[in-house]
T-cell receptor, first 113, second 112 residues
Framework: EDKVVQSPLSLVVHEGDTVTLNCSYE??????LLWYKQEKKAPTFLFML????IEKKSGRLSSILDKKELFSILNITATQTGDSAVYLC?????????????FGKGTHLIIQP | KAGVTQTPRYLIKTRGQQVTLSCSPI?????VSWYQQTPGQGLQFLFE???????NKGNFPGRFSGRQFSNSRSEMNVSTLELGDSALYLC???????????FGSGTRLTVV
């Protein structure tokens, strides 16, 4: 059975700090690793990493994929209160498509002013 | 460009009843997936449709079913509702799996 484990489950930091969120995965026929941010309801797509793109960066957010060790990290630098959310990691097979995404339980990140 | 639209936003049903949830994907997206989110289990894959065909189904009982129409809109049906079916049901659409999935805001189902 496919499995995705995220750590820590919750994290409280101060504004301006840098945080690292972890995600390990065991996905049969693994093809992609996705990160989402969920604030209230709709998870918002952040990154998708595959064998052809193992490092992504967007502003203060960046993510890497280690296919050998089967994990990914999401870094957020110079955190802001608006970064407070649940961050979800998901493993996908067949390109993250037909067989569905396997999600971790998420990391609940709280940024204190 | 409109996002993924799910209706209704909230729903309260009684045990034993059935319910139908609707999802309109982003225009041009042919793939629609459904997920159940609960505090204990997190997000779990229900099923995925592409061009009106169910391509795969997660580990849920047969009470959970779905379909997709020719305009890519999708519906999910749950029959004989149980208290444990109370959850946020999320729909996600994709143009191509290489670009990831865009989620709707979900339908909050409460079974009493």
């Amino acid at each position: 059975e496919d499995k995705v484990v995220q750590s820590p489950l919750s994290l409280v930091v101060h504004e301006g700090d840098t945080v690292t969120l972890n995600c390990s995965y065991e996905v049969t026929n693994f093809r992609s690793l996705l990160w989402y941010k969920q604030e209230k309801k709709a998870p918002t797509f952040l990154f998708m990493l595959t064998s052809s793109g193992i490092e992504k960066k967007s502003g203060r957010l960046s993510s890497i994929l280690d296919k050998k060790e089967l994990f990914s990290i999401l870094n957020i630098t110079a955190t802001q209160t608006g970064d407070s959310a649940v961050y979800l990691c998901a493993g996908g097979d067949s390109g993250g498509g037909a067989d569905g995404l396997t999600f971790g339980k998420g990391t609940h990140l709280i940024i204190q002013p | 460009k409109a996002g993924v639209t799910q209706t209704p936003r909230y729903l309260i049903k009684t045990r034993g009843q059935q319910v139908t949830l609707s999802c309109s994907p982003i225009s041009g997206h042919r793939s629609v997936s459904w997920y159940q989110q609960t505090p204990g289990q997190g997000l779990q894959f229900l099923f995925e449709y592409f061009s009106e065909t169910q391509r795969n189904k997660g580990n849920f009982p047969g009470r959970f079913s779905g379909r997709q129409f020719s305009n890519s809109r999708s519906e999910m049906n749950v029959s004989t509702l149980e208290l444990g079916d109370s959850a946020l049901y999320l729909c996600a659409s994709s143009q191509d799996s290489a670009y990831g999935y865009t989620f709707g805001s979900g339908t909050r189902l409460t079974v009493v």
